[in-house]
Protein backbone atom coordinates (compact mmCIF):
# COMPACT_ATOMS: atom_id res chain seq x y z
CA UNK A 1 0.00 0.00 0.00
CA UNK A 2 1.05 3.17 -1.03
CA UNK A 3 -0.27 6.74 0.21
CA UNK A 4 -1.84 9.28 -2.95
CA UNK A 5 -2.10 12.62 -2.89
CA UNK A 6 -5.61 14.27 -3.35
CA UNK A 7 -5.64 17.39 -4.50
CA UNK A 8 -8.65 19.80 -4.32
CA UNK A 9 -9.12 22.70 -7.27
CA UNK A 10 -11.57 25.44 -7.67
CA UNK A 11 -12.76 24.77 -11.44
CA UNK A 12 -8.90 23.95 -12.44
CA UNK A 13 -8.35 20.34 -12.06
CA UNK A 14 -8.41 18.78 -15.24
CA UNK A 15 -5.92 21.71 -16.83
CA UNK A 16 -3.81 20.90 -13.62
CA UNK A 17 -3.34 17.19 -14.34
CA UNK A 18 -3.04 17.74 -17.90
CA UNK A 19 -0.38 20.39 -17.35
CA UNK A 20 1.28 18.06 -15.03
CA UNK A 21 0.77 14.69 -17.29
CA UNK A 22 3.14 17.05 -19.97
CA UNK A 23 5.68 18.16 -17.43
CA UNK A 24 6.54 14.68 -15.94
CA UNK A 25 6.02 12.84 -19.22
CA UNK A 26 2.81 10.90 -17.81
CA UNK A 27 0.18 9.39 -19.73
CA UNK A 28 -2.71 11.47 -19.89
CA UNK A 29 -4.87 11.60 -17.12
CA UNK A 30 -7.82 9.33 -16.23
CA UNK A 31 -10.50 11.99 -15.96
CA UNK A 32 -14.40 11.62 -14.45
CA UNK A 33 -16.78 14.13 -14.58
CA UNK A 34 -19.70 15.00 -13.15
CA UNK A 35 -21.85 14.44 -16.01
CA UNK A 36 -20.50 11.41 -16.13
CA UNK A 37 -22.54 10.31 -12.82
CA UNK A 38 -25.59 7.86 -13.17
CA UNK A 39 -28.63 10.16 -13.98
CA UNK A 40 -30.79 11.09 -11.15
CA UNK A 41 -27.33 11.48 -9.01
CA UNK A 42 -26.26 15.09 -8.97
CA UNK A 43 -22.53 16.08 -8.63
CA UNK A 44 -23.26 20.02 -9.54
CA UNK A 45 -21.64 21.55 -12.87
CA UNK A 46 -21.12 18.43 -14.99
CA UNK A 47 -17.88 20.29 -16.65
CA UNK A 48 -16.31 19.80 -13.05
CA UNK A 49 -14.52 16.99 -12.02
CA UNK A 50 -15.41 14.37 -9.62
CA UNK A 51 -12.80 12.54 -9.54
CA UNK A 52 -9.54 12.21 -12.13
CA UNK A 53 -5.96 10.18 -11.38
CA UNK A 54 -2.86 10.96 -12.66
CA UNK A 55 0.56 8.64 -12.87
CA UNK A 56 3.57 10.08 -11.82
CA UNK A 57 6.37 7.58 -12.13
CA UNK A 58 5.73 4.96 -9.82
CA UNK A 59 2.68 6.66 -8.47
CA UNK A 60 -0.26 8.17 -8.43
CA UNK A 61 -1.89 11.91 -7.87
CA UNK A 62 -5.65 12.14 -7.50
CA UNK A 63 -7.48 15.68 -8.09
CA UNK A 64 -11.01 16.79 -8.31
CA UNK A 65 -12.96 20.14 -8.52
CA UNK A 66 -14.51 21.18 -5.14
CA UNK A 67 -15.26 25.21 -4.80
CA UNK A 68 -15.09 25.18 -0.93
CA UNK A 69 -11.44 23.91 -1.51
CA UNK A 70 -8.61 25.88 0.66
CA UNK A 71 -5.60 26.24 -0.37
CA UNK A 72 -2.24 23.40 0.45
CA UNK A 73 -0.97 24.61 3.79
CA UNK A 74 1.69 22.86 5.59
CA UNK A 75 1.80 20.19 2.77
CA UNK A 76 4.25 19.72 -0.40
CA UNK A 77 4.06 17.03 -2.79
CA UNK A 78 8.13 15.96 -3.00
CA UNK A 79 9.78 14.45 -6.45
CA UNK A 80 13.06 13.22 -6.02
CA UNK A 81 15.07 13.05 -9.51
CA UNK A 82 18.02 11.58 -10.31
CA UNK A 83 20.11 14.19 -11.99
CA UNK A 84 20.30 18.04 -11.17
CA UNK A 85 18.96 18.52 -15.06
CA UNK A 86 16.07 16.76 -14.39
CA UNK A 87 15.31 18.72 -11.35
CA UNK A 88 15.79 21.96 -12.76
CA UNK A 89 13.42 21.40 -16.28
CA UNK A 90 10.72 20.22 -13.77
CA UNK A 91 11.33 22.81 -11.57
CA UNK A 92 11.33 25.46 -13.97
CA UNK A 93 8.02 24.01 -15.46
CA UNK A 94 6.51 24.17 -12.16
CA UNK A 95 7.56 27.33 -11.59
CA UNK A 96 5.99 29.01 -14.75
CA UNK A 97 3.33 31.34 -13.29
CA UNK A 98 3.73 30.37 -9.65
CA UNK A 99 5.52 31.46 -6.78
CA UNK A 100 9.19 30.09 -6.17
CA UNK A 101 9.82 29.77 -2.20
CA UNK A 102 13.11 28.59 -2.86
CA UNK A 103 15.50 28.79 -5.95
CA UNK A 104 16.24 25.25 -7.30
CA UNK A 105 20.02 25.09 -6.20
CA UNK A 106 22.53 23.28 -4.48
CA UNK A 107 22.61 22.61 -0.92
CA UNK A 108 24.41 21.07 1.96
CA UNK A 109 21.82 18.29 1.53
CA UNK A 110 20.95 17.93 -2.44
CA UNK A 111 23.26 18.78 -5.28
CA UNK A 112 19.60 20.53 -6.46
CA UNK A 113 16.85 21.29 -4.60
CA UNK A 114 13.58 24.42 -4.70
CA UNK A 115 10.37 24.49 -3.55
CA UNK A 116 7.75 26.58 -4.90
CA UNK A 117 3.73 27.08 -5.13
CA UNK A 118 2.82 26.25 -8.77
CA UNK A 119 -0.22 28.45 -10.44
CA UNK A 120 -2.82 25.76 -9.64
CA UNK A 121 -2.01 26.39 -5.76
CA UNK A 122 -0.08 23.17 -5.37
CA UNK A 123 3.39 23.17 -3.23
CA UNK A 124 6.09 21.42 -4.66
CA UNK A 125 9.33 20.37 -3.10
CA UNK A 126 11.93 19.00 -5.97
CA UNK A 127 14.63 16.93 -4.76
CA UNK A 128 17.94 15.41 -6.01
CA UNK A 129 19.21 12.44 -5.21
CA UNK A 130 22.26 12.83 -3.36
CA UNK A 131 25.74 11.50 -5.14
CA UNK A 132 28.20 9.77 -3.63
CA UNK A 133 31.42 11.28 -2.36
CA UNK A 134 34.27 9.52 -4.62
CA UNK A 135 36.32 7.52 -3.15
CA UNK A 136 39.73 8.73 -1.77
CA UNK A 137 42.73 8.38 -3.69
CA UNK A 138 45.03 6.25 -2.35
Do not use: C
Amino acid sequence: MAPIPYLFFDGTAEEALRTYARIFGSPDPQIMKAADAPSGESWGDPDSVMHAALRIGDGWLYASDYSKAVPMAGNSITLTYPTTSEGRRVFDALAEGGEIEMPYESTFWSPGFGSLTDRFGTRWMIDTESQPAPAPVP
